[in-house]
């Protein structure tokens, strides 16, 4: 037996989000004006989100009612299958056993619909008729672009141009659902021509392309800008990955000693991670979540926890985070999802409290592990995703040498088929490793003059 599939009805769609916030011992530090350094009211807010999104940012209530049309349009490829991963528990010749949820399924091929779909839908209800944003590996760019078309919203990505000349079918995928593409940093905006000026060959950042999509929003009060990660409502729409997680293990009679999720800016490790952390919050569990990052962007690791710009150029809030500084320009890796600079408040306060950890991977641990995953359980998964099957295999092996059972469950964020040039590099033995040094992080941190934080 290779793997077993749980799955739920329609009607098991959780009709709620978790909102964590309710639950932390430590609420997350407000956002800063970047000028005044002062804590920012929701109107500063306003030119960018819908009221609704606003009020969900804010909002220390502990369930937030998902809207029927968005719950029916989860329907599409919701409740996500999860997987006990027999044939890998095999190669791996572990006590462990260990689970996967599948985000792939969705049309995006990954996780990012999730938030997509409800920003659309509140979008729509304010009357807002086209939405920008930035994507680094795609995905979230393609998510959006579906959602946009769903709703009849005009939507403009701008993309982190390693990926965008890297990873040109997610930009075909976006242009068949209507989105225009750029590639980031460009000519279109004041943000990205002063950082051309800088640097005509600049492989561009999230940072840098989230300074472009604010530039634009705030120009247009018919536009409106969506983030796909970072800010609290985004993480609180992904939690619907985790609550059926825990309805399809108690169909399996099972609970994990451990979750494990790719990090880039959040959303994806808060997603399936937080409805099992609230057990911990709550006194009733003692689950280990763990956040696995890239070692050429290691905010949680080898960052600082200090308020910082969510952007390159200065047009966000000061937010309270994990970061490497917001000038922090990460090696192009493939995993271009996980290439940003910062964390989200909720995801650094947790691990300020130590409430959660992170493990740092390398390049070619992760896609060896992606290559094991695949020839055992026959998903190919995105390089984002790898990072969190190379963590779980780290744990499976732990559990071997000290004889134990563990339970492990990771988010399998996505499938790898727009990747392939990635494996085929990583196959024919020419994937370049990446890690950044520690010079390279303090010199980015010594251009911070942001506020410290304690």
């Known amino acids: 037996m290779a793997q077993k599939k749980y799955t739920l009805s329609e009607a098991e769609i959780p009709e709620q989000w978790y909102n964590i916030v309710a639950d932390m011992p430590n609420k997350p530090l407000p956002p800063l004006h970047p ?20 009020k969900q940012e804010v909002s220390g209530d502990k369930w937030v009612s998902i809207p029927d049309e968005v719950r029916e349009m989860y329907k599409i490829w919701r409740p996500t299958p999860l997987f006990r991963a027999y044939g890998l528990e095999k190669m791996l010749d572990t006590p462990a056993k260990i689970y996967y949820k599948y985000e792939g399924v969705s049309p995006a091929g990954s996780h990012k619909p999730n938030t997509a779909i409800p920003q659309a839908y509140y979008n729509k209800q304010e009357g807002v008729k086209r939405i920008t944003t930035e994507t680094g590996a795609g995905q979230w760019g393609s998510a ?32 068949t659902w209507g989105s225009t593409v750029y590639p980031s940093p460009s000519t279109r905006t004041e943000a990205g021509r002063k950082i051309l000026a800088q640097d005509p ?75 099992f952390l609230r057990y911990n919050l709550e ?24 308020y910082d710009l969510g952007d390159t150029v200065g047009m966000t809030p000061l937010l309270p985070m994990y970061t490497l500084g917001h000038n922090f320009i990460p090696a192009p890796i ?7 600079h910062g964390a989200g408040a909720i995801v650094s306060q947790l691990l300020n409290d130590g409430l959660i950890e992170a493990q740092a991977l390398k390049q070619l641990e ?23 099957i190379a963590t779980a295999i780290r744990e499976a092996e732990i559990a071997k040498e000290e004889g134990k059972s563990k339970t492990i469950l990771f988010n399998l964020c996505g499938h790898g088929h727009f990747d392939m040039a990635a494996y085929d590099q990583y196959l024919s033995g020419k994937l370049v490793e990446h890690e950044v040094t520690q010079e390279e992080i303090l010199a980015s941190l010594a251009e911070l003059d942001t506020p410290t934080i304690g």
């Open 35 to 54: 000028g005044t350094k002062e804590p920012i009211g929701p109107e500063m807010l306003m030119p960018l989100f819908p009221m609704e999104l606003i």
């Open 144 to 175: 959006l672009s579906f959602a946009c078309q769903l709703f009849g919203i005009e939507c403009e990505v701008y993309m982190v141009k390693a990926s965008y000349e890297g990873k040109p079918y997610r930009k075909m995928m976006m242009n």
């Open 201 to 275: 060959d600049s492989p561009g950042s999230l940072g840098i392309a989230i300074s472009e999509a604010v530039e634009l929003a705030m120009q247009d009060d018919n536009t409106k800008y969506a983030l796909g990660s970072v800010l609290n409502h985004v993480l609180m729409h992904q939690t619907v990955i985790g609550l059926e997680s825990i309805k399809q293990l108690e169909q399996a009679g099972d609970f994990p000693d451990i979750v494990v999720a790719p990090f880039g800016g959040g959303s994806n490790f808060a997603g399936i991670a937080f409805p």
């Open 283 to 306: 006194g009733k569990g003692n689950v280990r979540c763990i956040a696995a990052e890239p070692a050429s962007c290691p905010k949680l690791t080898r960052g600082v926890f200090r």
């Open 334 to 340: 493939h995993a271009g999802g996980l290439r940003y």
């Open 366 to 388: 992760c896609f060896d592990a992606g290559v094991k995953f695949a020839r055992a359980e026959g998903i190919i998964p995105a390089p984002e995703a790898t990072h969190a």
